[in-house]
């Protein structure tokens, strides 16, 4: 179990993952962030050309909603793009208000209903409330909508993911966290992936990681070989 917006990680990294991220200073090279792309290749069957590594994964959102002209379609109550600085001025923002269970459910008339040319951002689970997209769900948004971008940064504690339709759908990108591989409370390093045709928009996001968690992720993977 675990407190999204918890103050501590519900299981303690390995002793090897802490004393990695104290690592501060430097940045990492493109060896271990390449090893780096391998092994979360190989773990979730992903083409490696198609992965980047970002610093942030907020950062990420707001970078992949300005490089795309047309509306935002945002699913509050959830907290992703919430504070996206400048990208909601003289940009038209549909919302889609998502309940608990049944008033959750994003329905094929509501999808239907929104733009063609809209960018749809939504959290997977999403915090507070924990809802979980479903494939069937993703591929309403995917084919309503120009772009779909995913937000699983909590993914690994729902146990579900929608990779797969990032590989399926050319139009969909997933970005994922390193928070429970490390440990940390703070969700923000993490990797995003998509279709060859979003590689120009993964390129515009992607940046090199702090030379501490880049060790502290090689050593979680060790460690869990």
């Not at 992949?64 to 923002?93: C, D, K, Y």
């Not at 507070?128 to 309403?140: F, I, K, S």
């Not at 928070?179 to 409370?185: D, F, H, I, N, P």
Request: net charge negative.
């Amino acid at each position: 179990m675990c407190d999204l917006g918890g103050d501590a990680p519900a299981i303690a990294p390995p002793v090897a993952v802490s004393e990695a991220l104290v690592q501060t200073e430097g940045e990492s090279d493109e060896l271990h962030e390449s090893l780096i792309r391998h092994r979360l290749a190989a773990e979730y069957r992903l083409a490696e050309r198609n992965l980047v590594l970002i610093r942030d994964v907020d950062a990420a959102v707001a970078g992949i909603a300005a490089q795309i002209t047309g509306p935002l379609v945002l699913f509050p109550p959830s907290m992703t793009l919430a504070s996206p600085g400048g990208l909601h001025e003289n940009r038209q923002v549909i919302e889609v208000a998502r309940g608990f269970g049944r008033g959750g459910v994003i329905t094929l008339e509501s999808a239907i209903d929104l733009p063609h040319d809209g960018l749809a951002i939504i959290a997977s689970p999403g915090d507070p409330l924990g809802n979980v997209l479903t494939a069937n769900e993703a591929v309403r948004l995917a084919r309503s909508c120009a772009w779909l971008v995913i937000d699983e940064r909590y993914a690994d504690y729902a146990g579900q993911s929608l990779l797969n339709v990032a590989s399926e759908f050319s139009n969909v990108v997933v970005l994922r966290s390193f928070q429970s591989r490390l440990g940390a409370t703070d969700a923000t390093p993490g990797w995003a992936t998509g279709s060859p045709r979003a590689r120009d928009l993964l390129a515009g996001i992607s940046s090199g990681l702090p030379l501490g968690v880049v060790l502290a992720v090689l050593a979680a993977s060790s460690d869990k070989a």
